[in-house]
């Protein structure tokens, strides 16, 4: 099992930005880029967990249409992280992240970090 540990949630007013970052800790470096499949989810109070944004090994991203244009997933295998780089914020981003590593045989989630988004 891999242990993700995720930082850089708070309150922010609306407009403003935070940079979600995600460290698989205790795991070597082959290990995290085994872990193809790297993404991360939200959840907002109430509802479901959703797919906010994905990186693949070769750095292609993919965006749920509600953040394209002002989030940005990246990756630095040299740290073993993955960030989350959140702009132009709304009150409608406020939610719990997770941050999301695995492949076909491992499923790993961080314990979340909370954004809140208000004046």
């Known amino acids: 099992q891999v242990n993700l540990v995720e930082s850089g949630g708070g309150l922010v007013q609306p407009g403003g930005s935070l940079r979600l970052s995600c460290v698989a800790s205790?795991?070597?470096?082959?290990?995290?880029?085994?872990?193809?499949?790297k993404a991360w989810y939200r959840q907002a109070p109430g509802e479901q967990r959703e797919l906010v944004a994905t990186?693949?090994?070769?750095?292609?991203?993919n965006y749920a249409d509600s953040v394209k244009d002002r989030f940005t997933i990246s990756k630095d295998n040299s740290r073993k992280t993955i960030y989350l780089q959140m702009n132009s914020l709304k009150p409608e981003d406020t939610a719990v992240y997770y941050c999301?590593?695995?492949?076909?045989?491992?499923?790993?989630w961080g314990r979340g970090t909370q954004v809140t988004v208000s004046s």
């Open positions: 999301y590593m695995g492949d076909r045989n491992t499923n790993n």
């Open positions: 205790r795991s070597i470096l082959s290990t995290f880029i085994s872990l193809t499949n």
């Open positions: 990186i693949t090994n070769d750095g292609s991203t």
